[in-house]
């Protein structure tokens, strides 16, 4: 379903209204009372996960990839967010995991993720974690001849066979500290020849910044070529792995351009000004930007083609796109300080900027939060600050175009936060706990139930059927 976007406002202080998928419109609006009572009982910031969301977007993924008569598999990138409520959907749905430490690998085995289903990645990996990859099947991508060497012998006396990829620098990524260059990849296929008895090659990968699809589909015809030089000399290799980074659409394309237009140093408290933003109006996002890489075409033949006429399995690992709308967060407001003579206020919520990751990323999340609550005031322009002591400690430097003036204890939603915002940056900072969870299913009835995310379960799991 398209989410919806309140009209713009059509004069005053910049504005970059959010999209809202239906749940969340609800969810927002009807049932306020409950967002605000969850609040209060649990503590802020709350973070409120839609894992009902994040199953639909895992579906629209694999239905692109069906409709292209692609054989391919998911791969949740992980750290994106911690939520247990995510990594327990995925056995259900068919999706595997993208991991990079042993905490996370774990996180995936328990929650029923079968290890042949679940991808290692990262530089130089922990020997603990190879050697569960090892126990448990996983399949590891190599970042350097040295670490796939290391690799092979310690599989060696586990006694085990190591299902690995080798991970590709393109030459686009020159700046990048992960992958292998051409030489480097040569050196390590020629190692895995010569270790056969240890590693068996499965294909390879990489892993692009940015949010360009037609790049992705260059990279991912450069390593079909690969594949069949591989199985050239006998290696079994037969997967390819194109990695994460499709976008997000997180505003209309219209607002973003207005706003990109319209905004300036002196709309952000302290004339702050940033290097650049998430593209936050993605043209193509989440699966039609995989509908893009896949019927690129080269000489003729889509990648879609290529990889059915070579018998190729495809592997994606999308950690944001899997987690459009399927969470957002809310701060309960703590205090509201007029700047009269500078014509804005500053709003301190009860929580840290940490709660939002972008803004340590020398970057702003700019889809404007919504007001639960407000004054009669009418509008009210201010940024929003968190309760530490460090000036920068700021989840709007922008001076937001709120309705009214908030009261202590209103509530700010900070939409389509699931993906990356949540909880990557949290720390204990101030001595104060790390914010909590909550798991919003809408029930058979319409109704809506919540749980605690947390681990360990506070609720027993999903009953097996013995
Ligand atoms: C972070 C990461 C991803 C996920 O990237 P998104 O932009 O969230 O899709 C996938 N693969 C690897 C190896 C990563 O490091």
Redesign the pocket.
Known sequence: MRPSTPPLPKAGIPSLPALRHALVQRLTTEQAPLLRSLLDGLGSPLHLMLPQVFEANARAFQQTLREAGVDGQLLF?K??NKARCLVERCPGLGLGV?A?SVPELVAALAAGVPGAHIGI?GPAKHPALLALSLHHDCLVAMDSPEELLDYAALAQSLQRRARVLLRWRPPSQPRSRFGMDDTELAQALALCVEHRAQLQLQGFSF?LSGYDAVERARCAQRLVERCTEARGLGLPCDTLDI????AVRYVEEAAWQDFIARQSPQDYHAGKTFEGFYPYASASPGPQMLERILSHAEGGRTLARRLREEGLRLLL?????LLDQAGFTLFRVQGVKDRPAEGYGLVTVEGMSFSLSEQWFNSEFLPDPLLLGGSASGPYPAAVAGASCLDSDMLSWRKLPLPSRPKPGDALVYLNTA??QMDSNESPFHELPLPRKVSLEVDANSGLRWRLDEVPPVTPPLPLSL
């Open positions: 990138a750290k994106a993208d990079a990645s892993h990695g994460g980074g499709f690992e999308p950690g944001r796109a993906g990356y």
